[in-house]
Each structure stands twice: as structure tokens, then as C-alpha cells.
């Protein structure tokens, strides 16, 4: 990756104002701090750009995105998403990841307001209430992706969460699964919370109870799903069934089960959400909600861009739908798990 002029204020340890006015020749910079900057530049290589000359003139032609990490293949749907949809209207992208912490991402958005870029798009963001009045009073163009962004006066683009997970749900106890276990997102976030409201929408509509021990706390992340599938699979009467809220901890899950010697689907169903490229190459191939994540990216990249060219003033939220990918890691439960035996 290219060395931003963000790496040159980290390790020149001075403020990414400070590299803005020394690489633009401004005279109100001190000889230290300008010296600094200098020797950064050349330990780094750092090579000016479009983005470094459009501070001066005041239009940077870059769009900054800030993402948690860059870990899984649903981030990388998504930027990939923005990429191209910026591609076609002459854009570039400056890409920063905040370490799934809600004071860098706060840190980051107003950083991009100050002349970095001349719009941003967050993704899956932790607590945008933090800095989008900042940013509203820059009138500074943002959209947020994979969040309602409903109260925050501010465009989002997300999906049917709520639709998707009752779907799943609904397969599951189609199949003739009664007892589903299920491991959340982060429940701060509302696409989380959408989730787990399908999940028990659908058991209350089939008239089956809500068991609470069947629920785990995860975080998104792999690491939780292994250890949620373990949590609920050591329960006395352990379910025949995991939903996970996503594909990267139902990935957590079935290595879980396979520690345990369980077959899937023929002693455990396992069902994700988000329909990352990597389910399709498991074994077995996972089944799982498809949340269209490139056309999530294209959406919100084409809704900042309007808005920067002042074609769409009013603050919009879209939601797009998702569907059931059925694949080979989940089947009817077999008698002996019916009956809930160990």
C-alpha cells in the first residue's frame, strides 16, 4: 500500500495540517516542524499526489472510507463496491482502518473533513454520534453503510437484516429444527439487533419457546463464534442447529463442531449471514443469507457522490433486500437429536 500523507504525520509526529501546509510550500509552519516533515518524506518515500496538491486548491478529487479492519471478505465486497462506482465519476479512494475503535473512527472522519477529502463513507461505523455533528457543520458529505442511520440526519445504506434472519430462521425450523441456537453480532450495532429480532420473530410465529440459553453474545468476529458454537454445544440438550450473524463466526462454529466430532450437516446445521466469497469454498459449502455487499458499496459511493455535486440535498436511507443462499450445511435432524440426546 502507498504511504499516505497520514503516515508521514505519524512519523514525523506532528499534525496532518502541519504535512499539508509543508508539502503545499505555506509559510506558517515552523523550521522544526518543517524539517521534520522533510526527513519523513524521505525515509518514507512518500511521493506527492493528487490528493497532496488538492489541499491547496481546495478540492482534493479523493473520497476517504474508513473500515473496522481488513479482515474479512465482507469489507472487502463492499470497498470493492466503492472502487468501482467511484472509478466511473473520477474519484479516488483513500482507504483507513480504525481497529473496530470508535474513538479512531471519530478521530479519522474529522481528520477527512479537513480538506483530506471531499467526502466520506463509513462502514459498519461503532458510534457515529460521536462526529457527525462535526461533520454537519463542516457540511461535509457523508454516507454510512450497513447502519439504519435512522435519528443521525445522515444518508445510510443498509440491508432487509431483520427479512434475511427470519428467512434463515424460518429454513431451520422447516427442516424440522426446534432447537436453534443463535450467535449474535455486536448488539450495539442495529443490524445486530435486526438480526436477532428476525431470529425470534420466527420461533414466536412457529409457536416455539424462547430459550435465552440458546442465545450467545458474539462480536462478529470468528474468535466469538468458536466460542459461542462451544458454549452451546455443551448444553445438556444442545441444539441441532446454529444461526450465526454472520459467515466469518459460522466459520467459527464449524470448526467447533468439527473438534467435537460432529458431521454437518448430518449431526449439526450451520447457517451464516452476509454471503462472503469464502462460503462458497468451505466444506461444506455454506448456507447462508446473501447481503448484496458490492451493491451496498456501489449504492452509498453513487449517494456521496450526488451529494457532492449537489444533485441530492435531502438525507436518504436505502435498504436493500436479502435473500436465502441454500447450500449443503444444513438438513433435517435426525431422530436421535430430535429427541435432544447427547
Known amino acids: 500500500m502507498s504511504v499516505t500523507i497520514f503516515d508521514v504525520a505519524k512519523h514525523a509526529g506532528v499534525s496532518y495540517g502541519t504535512v499539508s501546509r509543508v508539502l503545499n510550500g505555506k509559510k506558517n509552519v515552523s523550521d522544526t516542524a518543517r524539517d521534520q516533515v522533510q526527513r519523513a518524506v524521505k525515509a518514507l518515500g512518500y511521493v506527492a499526489n493528487r490528493q497532496a496538491q488538492g489541499l491547496a486548491g481546495g478540492r482534493s478529487n479523493v473520497i476517504g472510507i474508513l473500515v473496522r479492519d481488513l479482515a474479512t471478505g465482507y469489507i472487502g465486497e463492499i470497498i470493492a463496491g466503492v472502487d468501482e462506482e467511484l472509478a466511473t465519476h473520477g474519484f479516488d479512494l483513500m482507504l483507513q482502518t480504525t481497529h473496530r475503535l470508535a474513538g479512531d473512527e471519530q478521530k479519522l472522519a474529522e481528520l477527512f473533513s479537513s480538506q483530506l477529502a471531499e467526502g466520506l463513507i463509513v462502514v459498519l461505523p461503532r458510534q457515529p454520534e460521536l462526529y457527525l455533528k462535526i461533520l454537519r457543520q463542516r457540511r461535509f458529505p457523508c454516507v454510512l453503510v450497513d447502519h439504519q442511520g435512522l435519528g443521525l440526519e445522515v444518508s445510510a445504506v443498509g440491508a432487509a437484516n431483520f427479512e434475511g434472519a427470519l ?121 447462508t443469507v446473501h447481503q448484496p455487499l458490492r451493491n451496498m458499496g456501489r449504492e452509498a459511493a453513487r449517494m456521496l457522490v450526488r451529494r457532492i455535486q449537489g444533485s441530492m440535498d435531502q438525507v436518504m436511507w436505502v435498504e436493500l433486500p436479502t435473500s436465502l443462499i441454500v447450500r449443503q450445511s444444513c438438513r433435517e435432524p435426525s431422530l436421535k437429536r430430535r429427541r435432544g440426546d447427547k
Open 167 to 287: 428467512a434463515a430462521t424460518d429454513y431451520l425450523i422447516g427442516l424440522g429444527h426446534q432447537r436453534i441456537g443463535f450467535i449474535t453480532g455486536t448488539l450495539s450495532m442495529g443490524c445486530a439487533q435486526e438480526r436477532l429480532r428476525g431470529y425470534e420473530c420466527a420461533l414466536k410465529r412457529h409457536g416455539l419457546r424462547l430459550d435465552s440459553k440458546l442465545i450467545f453474545r458474539g462480536d462478529f468476529q470468528q474468535a466469538q463464534g468458536y466460542v459461542g458454537a462451544k458454549q452451546l454445544l455443551g448444553l445438556k440438550s444442545r441444539p441441532t442447529a446454529i444461526f450465526a450473524s454472520n459467515d466469518t463466526m459460522a466459520f467459527g462454529a464449524m470448526e467447533v463442531a468439527r473438534e467435537l466430532g460432529l458431521g454437518i450437516p448430518s449431526d449439526l446445521s450451520i447457517i451464516g449471514f452476509d454471503d462472503i466469497p469464502q462460503t462458497e469454498s468451505v466444506h461444506p459449502p455454506l448456507t
